[in-house]
């Protein structure tokens, strides 16, 4: 590859972007599910507890005892779930934010070069 001719390293910093990219798109999917689980979750407990004070037999039969551990139980392990998925998403960000600064300095420089061609071309013209 010559000096001044940048379109391979072009070609090849995007393509390791791309594939940061593609590193990153299923952790951020896994985490809007266990988010979007979370959110249902909470829906669940807001409406047992509407209905809860309306049911006499909930509470004597120990209906709530039981929800409320299970609810608990669950809420544990899906938050445990999102702090996992969090710390892949961190490790991943920061390797596509390296690949990026890679992609946009070669095409700074690739663009700096062209500049420079330009301006040596008029030059020689005048």
Do not use: C, H
Not at 12 to 41: G, N, S
Not at 100 to 126: M, P
Request: without cysteine; glycine residues 4%; aromatic residues 6%.
């Amino acid at each position: 590859m010559k000096r001044n001719d940048l379109s391979g390293l072009i070609q090849i910093t995007e393509a390791v972007f791309q594939r940061e990219y593609q590193t990153l798109r299923p952790v951020l999917d896994a985490e809007a599910r266990v988010q979007k689980q979370l959110a249902r979750l909470d829906d669940q407990v807001q409406q047992t507890r509407k209905t809860a004070t309306r049911s006499d037999g909930y509470q004597a039969t120990g209906a709530d005892v039981v929800w409320n551990s299970w609810e608990a139980t669950t809420r544990r392990d899906l938050n445990i779930e999102l702090a996992r998925i969090r710390s892949q998403k961190l490790s991943a960000m920061e390797a596509l934010r390296e690949a990026f600064g890679r992609k946009r300095a070669i095409a700074d420089l690739s663009d700096s070069l062209a500049l420079e061609r330009r301006r040596s071309a008029f030059k020689e013209q005048t």
